[in-house]
T-cell receptor, first 113, second 112 residues
């Protein structure tokens, strides 16, 4: 059974039209991450939550926002998608402690037209 | 900012050959993880190394964590086509703010 579920798998949005990607987990993990991965590149951390504490990476554009209403759910909001925001967006969770495994969802591939 | 540089970025070798991938940083990590990612899927954990100098083996894969916990290596013996994929190291910090940062990645292709 999938433990980290991302919806949708594929998302097409218009240039400038707000879009929300969702992630849910059944692992009850404290930490949730959002990564952006462009073709042939490594995942780039956008932000992460440690419980309710939100941690934004310094180089994450303001266009990207996130919400975590409870332990199980986390959302990525892109307020005004540009062509450069087309990418795979990966959600991951991990437990407390640095030696725990990160579990990834299958990702949402975002296309901006 | 914690940066993890992997080398090589791309590697294409014949089946049966050996290879080593390196992951280097100027930062200290409490642990370092190696992931393998298939196209269209999320990364999947291969191993976690925690102690400086630690060596872990997973069948034909050998992972080592540097003594200073700033670098790591992945060695594959007798590579097989099924080893093809994107290999990512990731450094974990637990200094009051849990965070997992990925390396730049190594795309490995094994030619039958």
């Amino acid at each position: 059974d999938a433990m980290v579920i991302q919806n949708p798998r594929y998302q097409v949005t218009q240039f400038g039209k707000p879009v929300t990607l969702s992630c849910s987990q059944t692992l009850n993990h404290n930490v949730m991450y959002w990564y952006q991965q462009k073709s042939s590149q490594a995942p780039k951390l956008l932000f992460h939550y440690y419980d309710k504490d939100f941690n934004n990476e310094a180089d994450t554009p303001d266009n990207f926002q996130s919400r975590r209403p409870n332990t199980s759910f986390c959302f990525l909001d892109i307020r005004s998608p540009g062509l450069g925001d087309a990418a795979m967006y990966l959600c991951a969770t991990s437990g407390q402690g640095a030696d725990t495994e990160a579990f990834f969802g299958q990702g949402t591939r975002l296309t901006v037209v | 900012t914690q940066l993890l540089e992997q080398s090589p970025q791309f590697l294409s070798i014949q089946e049966g050959e050996n290879l080593t991938v390196y992951c280097n940083s100027s930062s200290v990590f409490s642990s370092l993880q190696w992931y393998r990612q298939e196209p269209g899927e999320g990364p999947v954990l291969l191993v976690t190394v925690v102690t400086g100098g630690e060596v872990k083996k997973l069948k034909r894969l050998t992972f080592q964590f540097g003594d200073a916990r700033k670098d790591s290596s992945l060695h594959i013996t007798a590579a097989q086509p099924g080893d093809t994929g994107l290999y990512l190291c990731a450094g974990a910090s637990d200094f009051g703010n849990e965070k997992l940062t990925f390396g730049t990645g190594t795309r490995l292709t094994i030619i039958p």
